[in-house]
Every structure is written in structure tokens, then in C-alpha cells.
């Protein structure tokens, strides 16, 4: 049975316009035990208009943590920390002062532009496209503050150019393995993605990388629909949740107050 949601997104998002109480509301209806809202912030991001005010943004979940217990839902206020190296320290000190259970660390953007977009593709073959990439993706697993997970490992490939979209592993090998013995080495936990529409695969990181994790001793996982609207919410979790067994994995990382525990898969 589906426990969780640990990546949604709700109208503190400048790119989704979802009602906090009905997405609680719909945690509700399907079950969920947890459910954590990690809206974007993107330090100076000029995709992110307006920018997330924080402080209203944790005031606000926290006025909704009854109404979550009352529905039997752990609220968890969390946010999706989009890796900005240059601005580092300021995050370093929002982490340290805003009272965030659970921080997604996701890389968005390369020297400005948002790799979901076409132009982050232009005048690039896909191997440099995705290089590009998982090279700051590498550089983000060394952020000078607390985080709980890596977000969606794998994001550049969504709306890329190239035809098919998907890479295989062996093309990025190096890199991969770089990225992934880091994550374990740190002991983060390694999200498994289900916002996958148009890709051959349902999860992002794709199951080829999942397994070389597990195969590395990578055993924290946890799920994220990535729902921008309450629809969305535990998306294809039923199904990833066996590839996961089939893989060999046991238990599912939630975390709380920035503690993880683990729920049986």
C-alpha cells in the first residue's frame, strides 16, 4: 500500500497553481501517511517569478500541520533546494534557519538556463548535453549545507531534443558511478522520480541506475511524484514499488526532522 509522497509542489511554486488543503485533502483519500510539500526555490533564478518567500512559505505549512493530523497525514515541510553554486552561503544559512524536515538537492539549471528547456539543448550534441549535467550534479552532492535526498537524478533528459532521450549507462559510466558512490558515501538518499511522461521508463533515475546503486550498496530510496496538481500525487507508485522489490531493495528512507526512519517496502 502506498505510505508516502515525498516531492509535490503547490502554489508556492511559480510553476504549479495546486491549493495546500486539497492536496492534503487527497493524501487523505489515497491513504498517505506522509506527505511532504517541497516547493522550488532556485536562489535568483530568473525562472523562478516571483521567488519563494520563505518565511511566509514555512508559516504557512506549519498552520497546516493540524489540519494534516486531523486527516491522519504527517505533514512534513520540505523544499526542493535547486543548486545554485553561487549562492552557496545564503542557502547555507536558510537551511541552518528555517525549520525544513526534508530537502530535496536537485540541479536545474547550467551556467543560467534550465535543462528542461530547449535552449539549455542548443548547439549541443547530447553527450555533452547530459555531461554538462551530471558533472554539476557531482559538484552539487559537495553543497556546504544539509540536505536529505538527491531529487530526480536524470531531470535533463525530460523534455531533451534527442532522439530517443534516454542514454544508457554505459555511455556515462564514469561519471555515474562517481555520482553514485558519493551518494552513498555521504548517505544520502537517492529519490526514485515517477514524473516520467514521455520517457520509456517510469522513474528518473532510470532502472539501469537504480540497480548499479543497489549494486554499489546504495539502500536509502525514497519515492517522489513530483506533483505539481493533487491528481498527480503517488503517481505509478505501485509499480515502482515492485521494480524496487524485484531489485532487491527492502525498505523505503522517510525523514523527519531531518531523521530518516524506514518504512518496509
Same mark, same amino acid.
Given at each position: 500500500?502506498?505510505?508516502?509522497?515525498?516531492?509535490?509542489?503547490?502554489?508556492?511554486?511559480?510553476?504549479?497553481?495546486?491549493?495546500?488543503?486539497?492536496?492534503?485533502?487527497?493524501?487523505? /483519500?489515497?491513504?498517505?501517511?506522509?506527505?511532504?510539500?517541497?516547493?522550488?526555490?532556485?536562489?535568483?533564478?530568473?525562472?523562478?517569478?516571483?521567488?519563494?518567500?520563505?518565511?511566509?512559505?514555512?508559516?504557512?505549512?506549519?498552520?497546516?500541520?493540524?489540519?494534516? @493530523?486531523?486527516?491522519? *497525514?504527517?505533514?512534513?515541510?520540505?523544499?526542493?533546494?535547486?543548486?545554485?553554486?553561487?549562492?552557496?552561503?545564503?542557502? +547555507? +544559512?536558510? *537551511?541552518?534557519?528555517?525549520?525544513?524536515?526534508?530537502?530535496?538537492?536537485?540541479?536545474?539549471?547550467?551556467?543560467?538556463?534550465?535543462?528542461? &528547456?530547449?535552449?539549455?539543448?542548443?548547439?549541443?550534441?547530447?553527450?555533452?548535453?547530459?555531461?554538462?549535467?551530471?558533472?554539476?550534479?557531482?559538484?552539487?552532492?559537495?553543497?556546504?549545507?544539509?540536505?536529505?535526498?538527491?531529487?530526480?537524478?536524470?531531470?535533463?533528459?525530460?523534455?531533451?531534443?534527442?532522439?530517443?532521450?534516454?542514454?544508457?549507462?554505459?555511455?556515462?559510466?564514469?561519471?555515474?558511478?562517481?555520482?553514485? /558512490? @558519493? #551518494?552513498?558515501?555521504?548517505?544520502?538518499?537517492?529519490?526514485?522520480?515517477?514524473?516520467?511522461?514521455?520517457?520509456?521508463?517510469?522513474? #528518473?533515475?532510470?532502472? +539501469?541506475?537504480?540497480?548499479?546503486?543497489?549494486?554499489?550498496?546504495?539502500?536509502? *530510496?525514497? &519515492?517522489?511524484?513530483?506533483?505539481?496538481?493533487?491528481?498527480?500525487?503517488?503517481?505509478? &507508485?505501485?509499480?515502482?514499488? @515492485?521494480?524496487?522489490?524485484?531489485?532487491?531493495?527492502?525498505?523505503?528512507?522517510?525523514?523527519?526532522?531531518?531523521?530518516? &526512519?524506514?518504512?518496509?517496502?
Amino acid at each position: 500500500m502506498i505510505k508516502f509522497d515525498l516531492h509535490t509542489h503547490t502554489n508556492f511554486s511559480f510553476d504549479s497553481e495546486q491549493d495546500i488543503c486539497e492536496l492534503i485533502l487527497r493524501a487523505k /483519500k489515497l491513504g498517505l501517511k506522509y506527505l511532504a510539500i517541497t516547493d522550488h526555490f532556485d536562489n535568483s533564478s530568473k525562472y523562478s517569478t516571483p521567488e519563494l518567500d520563505i518565511s511566509r512559505y514555512c508559516q504557512t505549512l506549519e498552520s497546516f500541520i493540524g489540519l494534516a @493530523k486531523n486527516q491522519s *497525514v504527517n505533514l512534513l515541510i520540505g523544499i526542493e533546494m535547486g543548486y545554485m553554486p553561487a549562492q552557496n552561503s545564503q542557502n +547555507e +544559512e536558510i *537551511v541552518r534557519n528555517y525549520p525544513f524536515d526534508y530537502i530535496i538537492n536537485s540541479v536545474h539549471e547550467i551556467d543560467g538556463i534550465d535543462c528542461y &528547456f530547449p535552449e539549455y539543448h542548443q548547439g549541443k550534441d547530447k553527450r555533452s548535453s547530459y555531461m554538462a549535467y551530471f558533472e554539476r550534479i557531482l559538484d552539487s552532492l559537495d553543497a556546504p549545507y544539509y540536505y536529505s535526498a538527491v531529487g530526480h537524478l536524470g531531470y535533463v533528459i525530460r523534455k531533451a531534443p534527442y532522439n530517443p532521450k534516454e542514454y544508457k549507462y554505459c555511455e556515462f559510466e564514469d561519471i555515474l558511478d562517481k555520482i553514485l /558512490k @558519493k #551518494i552513498i558515501q555521504k548517505q544520502k538518499i537517492l529519490e526514485i522520480n515517477t514524473s516520467a511522461d514521455g520517457l520509456q521508463e517510469p522513474t #528518473i533515475p532510470s532502472l +539501469e541506475v537504480i540497480k548499479r546503486y543497489y549494486e554499489l550498496g546504495g539502500r536509502l *530510496v525514497t &519515492f517522489g511524484s513530483d506533483a505539481h496538481n493533487a491528481q498527480k500525487l503517488a503517481h505509478n &507508485f505501485e509499480t515502482v514499488s @515492485k521494480i524496487l522489490k524485484d531489485i532487491g531493495f527492502k525498505y523505503y528512507t522517510i525523514t523527519k526532522n531531518r531523521q530518516n &526512519f524506514e518504512i518496509k517496502i
